[in-house]
């Protein structure tokens, strides 16, 4: 069974820091690509970054641009977002997703909120 978990979220001020994790079980994550989501309170599901399957490309959505840093370990069968200088704008239920040709895995999400 292929299983996505995300950590490391919580409680953090504005302007602090949180990274989030994205293990998985049931496969090995080389080979696929990873994106990162986020569905704040009342808003859709939004892209806001992505790792190619070896990690030698990045993106990311402009507003996180330069805060957020998505990378992987695919020996360990994680990635990572490095999330700096939080926001409250950035409160917000974050996923990870793997896919690969046709398949598609998905986290449960971990919640991150941000405030004073």
């Known amino acids: 069974q292929v299983q996505l978990v995300e950590s490391g979220g919580g409680l953090v001020r504005p302007g602090g820091s949180l990274r989030l994790s994205c293990t998985a079980s049931?496969?090995?994550?080389?080979?696929?690509?990873i994106g990162w989501f986020r569905q704040a309170p009342g808003k859709e599901r939004e892209w806001i970054s992505c790792?190619?399957?070896?990690?030698?490309?990045?993106q990311y959505v402009d507003s996180v641009q330069g805060r957020f840093t998505v990378s992987r370990d695919n020996a360990r069968t994680t990635a990572y977002l490095q999330m700096n200088n939080l926001e409250p704008e950035d409160t917000a239920v974050y996923y990870c997703?793997?896919?690969?040709?046709?398949?598609?895995?998905w986290g449960q999400g971990t919640q991150v909120f941000v405030s004073s």
């Open positions: 997703r793997a896919t690969y040709y046709s398949l598609d895995y």
């Open positions: 790792i190619s399957e070896k990690g030698d490309s990045t």
């Open positions: 049931g496969i090995t994550l080389g080979g696929y690509a």
